[in-house]
């Protein structure tokens, strides 16, 4: 039986890029062969200093988007990488004034036909829903989950991503996919930017929460993510990964629980990382190392932003 939705109701489709030409070329594929009326969707693509021809792929689509009946358009350029969240941010500041709801992805994202129908039909049917998010599954190996429901544990400073085959409340959803009520967007004025990468979709969920709204993980519907299996392990990657779920702890843990937390983290998680990494790479990686450690101390004396 095909979901019923208000046919009346306005979603913005949200895109940060940087040079991912030929991922964005399938994303915008995707959106087009959505079963969701073209009239009522937004398309705004916030293009970070591409330099890969990035935005004349993506005028052409655009201009056959508008043949399809899908009006709103748009590609903001910006003359350097502001980063996710703060790319993001900027993002919801221009969706339209009628839009009921905001579908915020990665360029690298690809959507079944029936993703905009399903996942909205859920939110329409629970008032104090705020934000939900489908399966994520690797793009080259679909089999297999990426991401699933987020939970949280404050006191051990632990960040869980688990499946599960059943539509289910949890404390967040991983960023490269989220359906998010307007309403939300307004009461929690965006991302918070001090993110700049990595966690900032849990630190918005969680503020969702203090709010009255709930988060809910539907598996029915399933997105593919091109991206490397277990994540890259870049320096930088690395760096905000870890510091960030500092901050997450720092701003969302009671003065006990960081405690807690802190004296875990320093006795337990750093050298777990390491032992980690050692593991992975089968010998020592100083750099890695040095990088962990850095990310660890920024995030306990609370440096937040980018970092050179």
């Known amino acids: 039986m095909p979901y019923k939705i208000k046919e009346t109701s306005f979603v913005a489709i949200v895109i940060p890029t940087l040079n991912m030409r030929d991922d964005i070329i399938k994303c915008l594929g995707s959106i087009r ?3 969701y009326p073209k009239k009522n969707i937004e398309v705004i693509i916030w293009d970070n200093g591409s330099t890969d021809g990035t935005q004349t792929e993506v005028n052409k689509i ?26 993001r941010d900027e993002l919801f500041k221009r ?4 839009t009921d709801y905001v579908l915020s992805i990665d360029d690298d994202v690809f959507l079944p036909r029936d993703c905009l129908t399903v996942l909205m039909k859920i939110l329409q049917d629970y008032s104090d829903a705020g934000v939900i998010g489908p399966r994520t599954v690797y793009d080259m190996k679909p089999d297999e989950t990426a991401h699933g429901a ?37 009461d929690l004025k ?14 918005f969920c969680l503020r969702a929460k203090k709010k009255g709204y709930k988060i ?36 969302h843990a009671s ?6 937390c802190f004296s875990l983290y320093t006795i337990f998680w ?6 980690d990494s050692m593991r992975f790479h089968r010998g020592i990686r100083l750099q890695e190392w040095q990088v962990m450690l850095k990310a660890a101390m920024h995030g306990i004396m609370n440096r937040v932003g980018k970092v050179d």
């Open 150 to 186: 987020g939970f949280v544990n404050l006191w051990l400073g632990k960040f869980s991503d688990v499946d599960v085959n059943r539509s289910i409340e949890c404390d967040y959803i991983i960023g490269c996919c989220m359906l998010i009520k307007k309403q939300v967007v307004l």
């Open 190 to 203: 965006g991302f918070d930017r001090d993110y700049y990468t990595s966690h900032g979709e849990v630190d």
């Open 255 to 260: 003065p006990f629980q960081k405690v807690i």
């Open 95 to 98: 969706v339209n004034v009628h």
């Open 33 to 35: 062969n959505l079963d």
């Open 216 to 251: 809910f993980y539907d598996p029915n519907i399933i997105v593919r993510h091109n991206v490397a299996v277990g994540g890259t392990k870049t320096l930088e990657r690395i760096y905000y990964l870890y510091r960030n779920k500092l901050l997450v702890i720092r701003k």
């Open 62 to 87: 655009f201009k056959e988007m508008e043949e399809d009946g899908c009006k709103r358009l748009k590609i903001i350029q910006s003359d350097e990488n502001l980063g996710v969240y703060t790319s």
């Open 270 to 275: 750093v050298p777990k990382m390491i032992l």
